[in-house]
């Protein structure tokens, strides 16, 4: 059984178990235009909610993606290093970002499930 | 500028029509991008041609007698031997022989026709009412607008519009109709790319927009391909690359002032400018090439082998013909020569780069004189 959840800085973690894996929303892909480098945290190191973990960069622009959670990272999508256009193409799904190993589960309830999120980028607009 | 006033160009609606997202950029709600986004843009223009709105820069009509002499008190450029019919590239100049803006110049005939940045106009336009004189008349021409097609189409897709556009060469100007509409063309740009900017009135810009448009090669172009376009052709973004701090000559830029102007002077700051030609400038504009695929915005540290601060990137991201992250900026003159190693200070990790002869991407002009 997975769950996922969303935060206002479109990131998404999808949590099965203790172990989250963290990626961008296809809304936040749609605004970073085409992503032609990214930078992931590497394997062991200690994020923290709302922290920065990773960074995604356009032809224009680089920037942060956010933790949304606490923990350890236990993997790196070395794919999406190798290919940035993934997450342009696969935002949910091949284009994740890195897992992380929850330290406080309890993280997870200040988060939006897809409808809110949704009405969150609506709302937006 | 205040946000509450932010401007429109005569194209405003017809970007909306084409899905455009806009952004504010130099008081004016402007295109960043279309649908088919900043690389599929950046690509188009370099293969085939794009049409860019630039309609926010300044237009401005010098006349009045010996106004090519009134002028050069204000630009190192020699604009009295400008010939009829020629474009030259120069720069307003402050006292201390910094720039306060970079500017095309086309004498039209007896006139002089000025296009000037956006976020500078209304301060260039002071700067000339108070260094003109008397008997120089300047109208600005803000019933214009300006749109540049550029690529390597381009020259096909004008002479089926405009058969007296072909026959131009690199940096001149006419006053020929475009698709039976009066307009001013230079051949020139910002991209690298052979390509025209033609000025037509705001009444006919869209008209002439939407001929150009319906051309298969032809296709709209945002602001953030302007913006790789020109980075890759190493061509400098004024409030970038120039500000009132850096001189025309640490800025690479000895070759728009001709012989006579560099023994005579007689330009705002031409003391210091003559000094840097003399005895070379402290510091010099490069293109730096980073080793791995990390862009170096701008404002990035450049440092030398010994991690000391050496310069600073002035603008820097990711080139999509070159395929890779590129960026130009400021070192210490000792450090200039292509092939120096250095590295950038990216979210405080020292990364590998060299400095790189620019153009990144080879210009591709139309040659003087040739059709095409």
Not at chain 1, 89 to 101: C, G, I, L
Not at chain 2, 174 to 187: E, L, N, P, Q, S
Not at chain 2, 316 to 339: H, I
Request: aromatic fraction near 6%.
């Amino acid at each position: 059984m997975s769950k996922t959840y969303f935060t206002s800085e479109h990131e998404w973690i999808k949590v099965e178990g203790d172990i989250g894996t963290v990626g961008i929303t296809d809304h936040a892909q749609g605004a970073l235009g085409d992503v032609v480098f990214v930078e992931l945290p590497e394997v062991g190191k200690a994020v923290t909610k709302g922290g920065d973990a990773a960074v995604v960069e356009s032809v224009k622009a680089a920037s942060d993606v956010f933790s949304p959670v606490t923990g350890a990272v236990t993997a790196a999508n070395e794919a999406i290093v190798d290919q940035p256009a993934l997450i342009n193409e696969s935002p949910e799904d091949a284009a994740w970002f890195f897992k992380v190993r929850l330290s406080n589960p309890g993280e997870l309830d200040g988060l939006m499930d897809r409808a809110a999120y949704d009405a969150f980028v609506a709302g937006q607009q | 500028m205040t946000q509450e006033t932010i401007l429109r160009t005569p194209l405003y609606e017809l970007h909306r029509e084409l899905g455009a997202k806009m952004v504010p950029f130099a008081g004016y709600d402007m295109p960043v991008q279309y649908p088919a986004g900043v690389m599929a843009e950046h690509i188009h223009t370099r293969t085939k041609a794009g049409l860019f709105d630039v309609s926010h820069m300044g237009q401005v009509r010098l006349s009045g007698p010996g106004v090519e002499a009134a002028l050069e008190k204000l630009v190192p450029g020699d604009i009295q031997a400008l010939a009829p019919g020629k474009v030259r590239y120069t720069m307003f100049t402050n006292e201390q022989g910094g720039v306060l803006d970079d500017l095309m110049v086309s004498k039209t005939g007896h006139d002089l026709f000025l296009v000037v940045n956006a976020a500078c106009k209304e301060q260039d336009i002071a700067h000339l009412r108070a260094g003109l004189g008397d008997g120089i008349k300047i109208d600005v021409l803000e019933d214009r607008a300006l749109l540049a097609l550029q690529g390597p189409e381009a020259a096909d897709v004008m002479a089926r519009h405009a058969p007296d556009a072909a026959a131009m060469g690199f940096m001149s100007w006419a006053a020929i109709k475009v698709a039976g509409f009066d307009c001013f063309v230079t051949r020139s740009g910002y991209t690298g790319e052979d390509g025209y900017e033609i000025s037509v009135h705001e009444a006919d810009s869209v008209a002439l927009a939407k001929l150009l448009l319906a051309e298969p090669d032809v296709a709209p172009i945002g602001l953030g391909a302007r913006d790789s376009l020109r980075l890759e052709a190493g061509l400098c973004l004024y409030g970038s690359d120039l500000d009132p701090t850096t001189s025309p000559i640490e800025a690479g830029l000895t070759w728009t002032i001709s012989k006579r102007r560099r023994a005579e002077g007689g330009f705002a700051g031409a003391a210091t400018v003559q000094k840097h030609l003399a005895e070379g400038a402290p510091r010099l504009r490069v293109g730096i090439k980073p080793v791995d695929k990390a862009p170096a915005r701008a404002h990035t540290d450049v440092l030398d082998a010994s991690g000391r601060k050496i310069g600073e990137i002035t603008s820097g991201g990711f080139g999509p013909t070159l395929g890779g992250p590129l960026a130009m900026g400021y070192v210490e003159a000792a450090f200039a020569a292509p092939g120096t190693e250095v590295s950038l200070l990216v979210r405080g990790t020292p990364r590998q780069a060299h400095v790189v002869a620019m153009p990144f991407v080879p210009h591709r002009y139309a040659i003087p004189g040739r059709t095409s």
